[in-house]
């Protein structure tokens, strides 16, 4: 009988492979079905970020208005294309989330072996924290996709001998665009700095060659001068870009406080729109195992960069508390470090026997299915049933959408941000939408959002299980005398 070599059978050649092709198919198909599961709704925060981007026009570079255009552009093409909807709010951030996971992968894949990249891939993009990021219809993405491209562009320029030019000049225009998000400019302060300052990338630098360095160079001149026109044209986004208004040394570290409570406090007594715990607890082990195995060689540019992101994630979380998102990152490369360590010291451990090597593939998946079923369900049900979190999501609009007939309207009372997200629907034609009762001549049938004492009577009440008040849009039928002008 001929004997059995493991090394060639097709699984084992291309396990690596058929794991990440399994893992972009589980990724897809949850990144696409995240409006249906968690959190069911839109925060104040997805609302206004509509709003925002809805009155983008192509005239705003020209008037200073800038923040956050790449995003706010998508988001406004998604609601235009699929009108307002749940999923049209969250698509932007879908969409870049796909992107940002498929980065990841590729930057994981690019400084760690197969086996080591895989397994880290899977505990990142699968994580409750990624997938709320990828379904929150908010900016809030482009704060942790622009360092993930920044890095793996850097990867595929730095330890290379000859570096592609196109790198060079697709990692300065993403430079360029990243310092348009709020609190970004300081990272784009710390890269060019952490490659001065670091032996390796500074002997990259001078190796590299001279027409695409000084090409580089040029691009982001001319982007920082973009940046510095449209501050004199519209001063408003020079706060908005690199400080918080009204911000003072005690709120800085109350900032800091505020932000990574959510993320490793093991409760949920904490109101918040993140869920807490953010990042698991055994994420969080492997994460300080990856940190303490990297210690000894902590001047390689791989080691060293996870660390400082989150010394500088710290700073970034002080200034805007939503900022501390970007510890995502850095977590998914220590996660990977942890996980190499952890490999090798069992390999260590079984030199010459392959049984004993293969036999870490049992608790191993074991482990990594516990982490990724109790987090999605954390996920799902965390976003659904805690009301810390719960409450800070409503399903209005869907509400209005299945129960408002086109040209009702709908009355929208000491809310503004409400008003103007839900003015949009005016704007394309679905409903009339009002902030203040006229004096007389009520419609025959209107509505509000929450209750009012209004003279009429009440024909219907629309409620949510998503809402400590369940009772969330009240139809009327007006009980004035409405004058028929007959022409």
Known sequence: MKKL???????????FIIGFILLSAAYITLLFGLPL??????????????TRSYDLHLDSIFRGDIVDLPYRALQKLSIMTFGLTIYSVKLPSIIIGLMLGGLLILLLNRWFKSNVALLASILAVLSASFLYLAGSGTPLIMLVFWPTLLLWLGSKIQGVTKPKPMYCFVFAFTLLASIFTPHLIYLALFIVSFALLHPHLRFTIKTLPTFPLVLTIFIIIMGLAALVMASVIN???????????GLTLGQFFHNIQ????????WNSTLESSFLSPFVGL???????IGLLSTAKGFFASRNSIATCLIVFTIFLSGLNPESAILILLPIA?????????ILAKWYDLFPDNPYARISAVFPIGLFLGIMIIGGISHFIFGYRYIPMVAGAFNNDLALVSEHLADGTTLYILDNPTSYNFYKILEDQGAYQVEDIFPEQNLPKTYATLGFSDTPGDIKRIITSPKSDNSDRIYIYTSNQVIEEVNE
């Open 333 to 341: 490369i220590l996660i990977a470090h942890g996980l190499r360590y």
């Open 235 to 245: 001063p408003a986004i020079i706060t908005e870009l690199l400080l918080s208004p």
């Open 37 to 50: 599961l968690a959190p069911n709704g839109l925060s104040e925060a997805e609302m206004e970020s509509a």
């Open 258 to 265: 505020t932000a990574f409570l959510p993320f490793f406090a």
């Open 5 to 15: 070599t493991i090394s060639k059978l097709f699984l084992y050649r291309y396990r």
């Open 282 to 288: 055994a994420s969080v082990a492997l994460a300080v």
